[in-house]
């Protein structure tokens, strides 16, 4: 059963604005945020939640909001999931913790085979899977992991890619400047190179060869990192080829290929991973953000004769956490038996319908993307392309007063990111609130 504190979602209900947010308790919460915790958070908008039902949000002064970003792609089945909700209610009723590097419990053993069967390529061989916090630290240790299984040294990463926030992570990490300033020197021998961005006329392709030919061996590198599908960058669904140019590049020279599945997997693109919808298979994934329903939980899934470190060498003291692992798999039944399906039908309805805002909007550049992974890029000029940086940022507040959560990306882009459980109405409805935005703002 849901906690008693979720409201009961009805159609009627939701979206609506009592008051203009932030209302008189959300100024309290902001306060008093803004008084005691680090000025690194960058708070998109006064948004203080209350609880969810579904999609929709709910925050302290009553409003309701239609979600469509799902706190950066996290709340995979949505706000309150009944069977989520049980799981994690069950487990919290026995232990939260006993630490897996050093001791065994059941739902750390049944997760790790849950993510082990469900990778990419099918049975064809065997993989094996290390439990994290978050996506970051899946990052960490599979930067050790790459170097350990392959005795090299260099790594590849991608203009636009975020792989988060932490040392090696950052390092990886080319979107922003401002995520770097100040924080060097970082690791050595890190490449990056342009990713396939077809409406933005770049080809990730041909840069391959300039890097092996003028900077480094192919020999010497020991993993290239990839989002399959770019997050932070842009929401850039690159070809097909890019990807899997890169897959036989890999197997050529011994390099290790890894996706970074952090923000794409778990039914995200209408199937379980990114790489099952591109037909490239990696050595190594790496997931976390919906894995969990919001839990914090995070995995390296890599081929068993990769996975070689030895006793020891890695470990976290609470990663594969028993209430997370309990979420997850929950998770995981509901995304393999309803809600893959429903990423693929409700992205198909989102698509054709900001398709058709397109039509009626000359500053949407570029509608793109697979199942509830979606970017529309924003331009001043279809011609030029210039991005409309500042519309976006508009855009978000303007549908916030409205009752629909976005959240941007890249130069101009708004990802759409929203839980899986989306319905038609959600769709329709946020749609309708995004061409009145879109209007007003014109």
């Known amino acids: ?14 979206p609506r604005i009592v008051v203009p ?4 308790k959300a100024q309290k919460t902001i306060a008093l945020d803004k008084e005691y915790a680090s000025p690194s958070y960058i708070k998109e908008y006064p948004l ?4 969810g039902m579904g999609a929709m949000v709910e925050d302290v002064d009553g409003n309701r909001y239609i979600d469509w970003m799902a706190g950066i792609a996290v709340s995979s089945t949505g706000y309150n999931h009944p069977k989520v909700v049980a799981a994690v209610q069950e487990q919290a009723g026995k232990f939260f913790h006993i630490c897996g590097t050093d001791f065994y419990y059941d739902p750390m053993a049944k997760l790790c085979e849950r993510l082990s069967k469900l990778a990419p390529g099918g049975a064809k061989e065997k993989w094996r899977v290390f439990l994290s916090n978050s996506g970051a630290e899946a990052v960490e240790g599979a930067v050790k992991l790459a170097r350990y299984s392959t005795d090299r040294h260099a790594l590849i990463a991608f203009d636009g890619a975020f792989h988060g926030r932490t040392y090696a992570a950052l390092t990886l990490t080319q979107s922003k400047a401002k995520y770097k300033n100040g924080f060097g020197p970082f690791l050595p021998d890190v490449y990056h190179l342009p990713y396939d961005y077809p409406y933005a006329g770049i080809d990730g392709i041909a840069a391959a060869k300039r890097l092996f030919e003028r900077e480094i061996g192919a020999k010497e590198i020991a993993a290239v990192f990839i989002e399959p599908f770019q997050g932070e960058g842009g929401y850039v669904m690159p070809r097909k080829e890019f990807l899997q ?11 290790l290929l890894v996706f970074d599945e952090i923000q794409t997997g778990v039914g995200r693109t209408g199937k379980m991973w990114a790489a099952d919808y591109f037909g490239v298979t990696p050595d190594i994934l790496l997931t976390a953000k919906g894995l969990g329903s919001g839990m914090p939980i995070g995995a ?5 004769k990769i996975m070689t470190w030895k006793q020891g060498t890695h470990g976290s003291t609470f990663g594969g956490n028993p209430v997370g ?13 309803e809600l893959a399906d429903n990423a693929r039908k409700m992205g198909d309805r989102l698509i054709t319908g900001l398709k058709k805002l397109q039509q009626k909007h000359e500053c949407i550049g570029d509608v793109r993307g697979v199942g509830l992974m979606i970017g529309v890029e924003f331009v001043k000029d279809r011609k030029t392309k210039e991005p409309a940086t500042e519309l976006t940022h508009a855009l978000e507040l303007k549908a916030f007063s409205k009752g629909l959560l976005l959240l941007s990306c890249g130069k101009s882009v708004i990802r759409v990111a929203p839980p899986l459980v989306l319905t038609a109405y959600d769709v329709d409805k946020g749609l309708e ?3 009145e935005s879109l209007s007003e703002l014109a």
């Open 245 to 255: 140019a890169w897959r036989r590049i890999c197997d050529e020279n011994g390099i």
């Open 300 to 304: 390296i899934v890599a081929k068993e």
């Open 48 to 51: 203080v939640m209350a609880g």
């Open 325 to 337: 692992c309990a979420a997850a798999l929950a998770t995981l039944d509901l995304v393999e038996n």
């Open 433 to 435: 609130i995004l061409d």
């Open 1 to 14: 059963m849901p906690i008693k504190t979720a409201p009961e979602k009805k159609t009627a209900d939701y």
């Open 21 to 24: 947010p932030p209302g008189p």
